[in-house]
């Protein structure tokens, strides 16, 4: 399966985003799916997660309550609505899948199996 995520931007703190990450190749419903990101000097960290379903969502603590992860998966789309950035949340934001047989997400970046190519997010303090 291929990634390809979309959406980001500069915006001012309090702002909002919605980054979209659109699968070609497979079946996307067969995928369990997250978003990590990676700032500048640091490790690609986890920012959420969703199941094949999209009925059960995981998210990071940091982001716990302005972050929403969904997926529609007669679009082949996950997407992750971001509301009251952070000049924290700034990085480079990557949508991730891992194998069908996975059956599940998982919040650790070497479980997954595909990446998307990232897409940068500033935000401005």
């Known amino acids: 399966v291929q990634l390809q995520a979309s959406g980001g931007g500069l915006v001012q703190a309090g702002g909002s985003l919605r980054l979209s990450c659109v699968a070609s190749g497979r079946t996307f419903t067969a995928y369990p799916t997250g978003w990590f990101r990676q700032a500048p000097g640091e490790e690609r960290e986890f920012v959420a997660a969703v199941t094949l379903s999209g009925g059960t969502t995981y998210y990071a603590d940091s982001v716990k309550g302005r972050f929403t992860i969904s997926r529609d998966n007669a679009k082949n789309t996950v997407y992750l609505q971001m509301n009251s950035l952070k000049s924290d949340d700034t990085a480079v934001y990557y949508c991730?899948?891992?194998?069908?047989?996975?059956?599940?997400?998982?919040?650790?970046?070497?479980?997954?199996?595909?990446w998307g190519q990232g897409t940068q997010v500033t935000v401005s303090s």
């Open positions: 991730a899948a891992r194998l069908p047989s996975s059956t599940l997400p998982s919040r650790r970046r070497d479980d997954y199996d595909y």
